[in-house]
C-alpha cells in the first residue's frame, strides 16, 4: 500500500495570475485542491482581509498560508516599512486561520531591515506564534558575474531560521538540487512550493515535472518523511491562451504531486526508446 501522508496541497493564488484572487479560490474549490495560499498584493482584494473570509465562507476552502507583500514590485503594499509589512501579514494568517507566512529574505539595500533580520523573524514568531517560513531565492545572474540581491543571504540554509520555504523554481534559477536543499534545510522546512525550470537565470515556475528539478524524488522523500507541512502550486500561467488551457495546467500540477506525495515511491524510472525514437515510461 501507498497510503497517503496528511500534509495538504493548496494552490497559489500567484498561479492563475492574471486573473484574480477570487478566481484562485474558485479554481482551487473547483480542481480539487485542499485549500489555498494568498499572494498578498497581486490584486487589491488580496490585502482586504474580510473580502478574502466572505471567499472562505463561499467556497468552503480554508487559507492554509499568506505569502507576505515582500517581493519587489509590491513594494508599496501595505506600506513602504518592510517590518509592518511582516507584522500586517502574521496578524492576518491568525485572522484568517492560516498555519504559515511566507517571507522573502530583504533587499541587499534594505540595510536596517537585513541587520536585525534573522532575529526579528525570531522574536515575531514568538509574539505573534505564526510560522514564518523564509524562502530561498537566488542570485541574480549577470553575464559574467552574480549579482547579490539579498542580505544575509538569498539561500536560509546559512542563517539560523526555525522554518523555510523551499521553492523549486527559485532552486533552479540558483543552480540547487531540490532533493539535497531540503536535506539541508532538515527540519526547519515547513512549506513548499512546488514548481519546476530548466536551469535558466529567469525564475520560470514551471508545471512539477517539465523542467529539471527532481520534483517527484522530492515529493517521494517528503512522503517516506512523513513531511506534515503544506506543498503549495506555484506555477507561472501568465502564457495561457484561455481559461481551460490555464486549467489544464494546474489539473497537471495536482495530479503530479499527488502521484508522487506517497510513501514507498521512491525508485529510479525505466525508460524504453522505440525505433522511431519515441520515449515512453516502462511500468514494473
Known amino acids: 500500500m501507498n497510503p497517503r501522508t496528511t500534509a495538504k496541497i493548496g494552490l497559489s493564488t500567484a498561479s492563475v495570475y492574471p486573473e484574480s484572487t477570487a478566481s484562485g479560490f474558485e479554481l482551487a474549490a473547483r480542481l480539487g485542491y485542499d485549500g489555498v495560499e494568498v ?27 499568506l505569502h507576505a507583500p515582500t517581493l519587489l514590485i509590491m513594494q ?8 509592518s509589512k511582516v507584522e500586517r501579514s502574521a496578524e492576518a494568517a491568525k ?20 541587520r536585525g533580520f534573522v532575529e526579528g523573524i525570531a522574536r515575531l514568531e514568538a509574539e505573534t506564534g505564526v510560522t514564518l517560513a523564509v524562502e530561498n531565492m537566488y542570485p541574480w545572474r549577470a553575464p559574467g558575474r552574480d549579482l547579490q540581491a539579498y ?33 539541508t534545510m532538515g527540519k526547519s522546512l515547513t512549506h513548499v512550493h512546488l514548481t519546476d525550470g530548466t536551469g535558466s537565470a529567469k525564475d520560470e515556475h514551471l508545471v512539477p515535472g517539465r523542467g529539471t528539478q527532481r520534483a517527484a524524488d522530492l515529493l517521494g522523500t517528503l512522503a517516506n518523511q512523513d513531511f506534515r507541512g503544506h506543498i503549495i ?52
Open 76 to 83: 508599496r503594499v501595505w506600506g513602504t516599512d518592510p517590518w
Open 233 to 284: 502550486i506555484e506555477i507561472n500561467t501568465r502564457r495561457a491562451t484561455s481559461r481551460s488551457e490555464r486549467e489544464v495546467d494546474l489539473v497537471e500540477s495536482l495530479e503530479f504531486t499527488r502521484k508522487h506525495f506517497v510513501r514507498g515511491t521512491s525508485r529510479r524510472t525505466s525508460f524504453a526508446v522505440t525505433p522511431e525514437g519515441e520515449i515512453s515510461e516502462l511500468t514494473p
Open 151 to 183: 542580505a544575509p543571504s538569498w539561500d536560509p540554509t546559512e542563517q539560523t531560521y526555525a522554518h523555510t520555504t523551499l521553492d523549486l523554481s527559485h532552486a533552479s534559477t540558483a543552480e540547487q538540487d531540490c532533493v539535497e536543499l531540503a536535506a
Open 95 to 114: 485572522e484568517l486561520g492560516a498555519d504559515v507566512v511566507v517571507v522573502h529574505p530583504p533587499f541587499r539595500w534594505q540595510r536596517d531591515y537585513a
Open 39 to 65: 499572494m498578498i498584493g497581486i490584486d487589491p482584494l488580496s490585502t482586504q482581509i474580510d473580502a478574502i473570509k466572505r471567499l472562505v465562507d463561499y467556497h468552503q476552502l480554508p487559507v492554509l498560508a
